[in-house]
């Protein structure tokens, strides 16, 4: 059974750092791209990042570009979202996914994996 497992969120206070790690199991996902979502209350799920399963390609939302880092670890099968220079629109649920085979993008419909989510809320 896939599981996929998020930890790192908490609160910080606008300009703080936090990162994300995002543990799977249940199965390797070095083929595939790996990628970080986000929901704030009353919005729709928003793409973040992603990276390609071999690391070489990257891409950002233009909100987050230059603030966030993603990255990964295949022999760990983890996916990491460094999130520095936070702002209080950066409050949401964050979310891992995976992606289906040889997609790269930012549409939710590209991943078939989920995680349930760690809280990130930043104060102003």
């Known amino acids: 059974q896939v599981q996929l497992v998020e930890s790192g969120g908490g609160l910080v206070q606008a300009g703080g750092s936090l990162r994300l790690s995002c543990a799977a199991s249940g199965r390797t996902f070095s083929s595939n791209a790996m990628g970080w979502f986000r929901q704030a209350p009353g919005k729709e799920r928003e793409f973040v990042a992603t990276?390609?399963?071999?690391?070489?390609?990257?891409y950002y939302s233009d909100s987050v570009k230059g603030r966030f880092t993603i990255s990964r670890d295949n022999a760990k099968n983890t996916v990491y979202l460094q999130m520095n220079s936070l702002k209080p629109e950066d409050t949401a649920v964050y979310s891992c996914a995976v992606g289906q085979t040889f997609y790269f993008g930012p549409s939710v419909g590209g991943y078939n994996y989920w995680g349930q989510g760690t809280q990130v809320t930043v104060s102003s």
């Open positions: 990276i390609s399963w071999n690391t070489v390609s990257t």
